[in-house]
């Protein structure tokens, strides 16, 4: 599919009624769990994994409403690239430690914002945009044409956008040093040629990054556990935003402290609303060669 023809089915996806996309996005998720296609199979493995205190049908609620708040990712998307700039910010309907992030900012020296993936973590730049200057990393999805959509809906909200790249970092460390607000997705698994820490995430050990490591040891930017969460009002979508504290221990100089503070940090996040995680990722990837694969099909 070329990036024209995705661009059209995302404007018309921005023009569609969020009662329809719910009612769309719910069938669906409730269909793939019914499926068990790859998504709802490997979110059930994580879920009994992180969250074995809950019930089966807990557990298959969770779920399924993962599922969901995923797809609805795409329409949102669609949303910010094509509604108007005022429409989009106006779905904010509250924001928990606004007054913990400017003073963050205010001490000059950068703000390096977690935001794990849950709830839809693009409507932060949209937020953040019209305040403060914002950089972040990109790295291309794994279907290439939705990469420019994507891209062009950040940019359209003030963020500027690096590559995961020697020179991409570099910038991020300038920007950050120019008291930028650097925004990173920090539950991602790293490749092994970046490196990382195994660290327990849900009291299962995890390769987590170190990236957040390194830039706090060569900065001394303030933290901040950033979230958006989306709040379901009748036939319409409201987002509220958070800007937590994460674990002290998170400026650790040693990378395991660092890594396993970070992953609290994330867990905490995770739990406000444990449906809006995504799930569906492969947290858990083999640590060691030769260990079992326990995402692999039975």
Known sequence: ?????????????????????????????????????????????????????????????????SLMNSMLLIFEIAQMRFRKVA????????????????QAWQHGQGVLLLTPHLGCWEILGAYLGGTYPVSALYDRPNFAPLGQPILDARQRFGATMHSISGAGLRRIMRAMREGHLVVLLPDQVPDYQSGGEIAPFFGKDAYTMALAHRLLQRN???????????????NDIRYHLMFQEPEPA?????????????????????????????????????????????????
Not at 224 to 231: E, G, T
Request: positive net charge; proline residues 3%; charged residues 25%.
């Open 87 to 102: 429409q989009v910010r106006e779905a904010i309907v509250s924001v928990d430690g606004a007054e913990r992030l400017h």
């Open 1 to 65: 599919m070329t990036v024209w023809v995705l661009t059209g089915v995302l404007w018309c996806f921005s023009r569609l009624p969020v009662r329809a996309v719910l009612i769309l996005c719910r069938m669906l998720a409730r269909r793939m769990v019914a499926w068990n296609v790859d998504a709802a199979r490997i979110s059930a493995i994580n879920i009994d994994m992180c969250l074995p205190h809950l019930s089966s049908e807990e557990k298959r609620e969770i779920c399924w409403q």
């Open 220 to 234: 001394a930017p303030k933290v901040l556990i950033a979230s958006a969460l989306r709040r379901f009002e009748g």
């Open 250 to 298: 998170i400026f650790d100089a040693d990378p395991a402290i660092h890594a396993a503070a970070l992953n609290l940090s994330i867990e905490k996040a995770v739990l406000t609303g444990p449906e809006q995680y995504q799930w569906s990722y492969k947290r858990f990837k083999r640590l060691e060669r030769g260990e079992a694969n326990i995402y692999r099909r039975q």
